[in-house]
């Protein structure tokens, strides 16, 4: 059995939005228990956003879950408590632009790295929504490089980390490497993941309003970029916008059929 898998036995069953597995984690030595979760990986425009949350370890609240089962008024207020109340949170973003230059699987990963990035503290244990953990190489500092002039880039609680090392074999607290645990469904069964992704969802949707007033003719404010009915016909009579991800093939169809109908120029991104 790997390592991986030895270093934290749970149980099946946990009621939602319970801290049962960073217990766990605290039970075998960790101290700064961090989830994280992104949000924004299927729509075919804007960007991926990933969250990632410390919550102090006798804090609670029953009205956080899975940002997916909240309306967007009790998101918001829930997003607000817990930036007041978080020990450290952070919220990385990674545009339309370069979701197509490293792929969507890729920018995922990129997101939660710069989500942690700005958590000061840094965590020793890392709880992931989903069944992947983060790749090392996304993990090291990125190189600085002039930003695009999009929305954001991240915003956080805190600074950036000192430079993250390779991992070593030691547990608890005296790694300099996190530790990391994907959980499938993990905000729908730990707080601190379930927080992750409230401030993840609240972020995307706050820059998807704002897109909406500069390319109102495609709807982002209702549909924040998915690819529903009413999307996809207005992708038919406008083509694709600065914002939208041009490696994904409905967008690449759109873009064909527009140029089949109308050869003329369309948006070109900033």
């Not at 207005?234 to 939208?244: D, E, F, K, Q, T």
């Amino acid at each position: 059995m790997k390592h991986s898998q030895l270093w934290l036995s749970l149980a099946r069953d946990h009621p939602e939005h319970s801290r049962a597995f960073e217990e766990e984690g605290f039970a075998r030595g960790f101290v700064r228990i961090a989830g994280v979760d992104e949000v924004g990986r299927g729509p075919l425009a804007g960007p991926v956003v990933a969250a990632a949350v410390i919550l102090p370890r006798d804090l609670t609240h029953s009205e956080i879950r899975d940002s997916k089962l909240l309306a967007a008024k009790k998101r918001e207020s829930l997003a607000l408590w817990i930036k007041q109340k978080a020990a450290a949170w952070g919220v990385g973003v990674v545009d339309s632009g370069e979701i197509d230059r490293v792929n969507i699987f890729r920018a995922t990963f990129l997101a939660m790295a710069r989500a942690l990035r700005h958590l000061r503290p840094a965590p020793d244990l890392i709880l992931i929504d989903g069944s992947y953990q983060i790749p090392f190489e996304f993990l090291k500092p990125e190189d600085k490089k002039a930003g695009d002039g999009r929305l954001v880039s991240s915003v956080s609680s805190s600074g950036p980390l000192d430079e993250i090392r390779d991992p070593k074999p030691e547990t608890g607290s005296s790694r300099k490497f996190p530790m990391q645990r994907a959980i499938p469904k993990g905000d729908r069964l730990s707080l601190v993941i379930a927080a992750a992704s409230i401030l993840a969802k609240v972020e995307r949707d706050r820059m998807m309003l704002e897109y909406d007033k500069l390319y109102p003719e495609y709807g982002f404010a209702r549909h924040k970029g998915y690819g529903c009915l009413s999307h996809m016909q207005a992708l038919r009579s406008h083509g694709p916008s600065p914002i939208h991800r041009m490696s994904f093939r409905p967008l690449r169809e759109a873009l064909a059929r527009k140029q089949d109908n109308d050869p003329g120029p369309l948006f070109s991104r900033p």
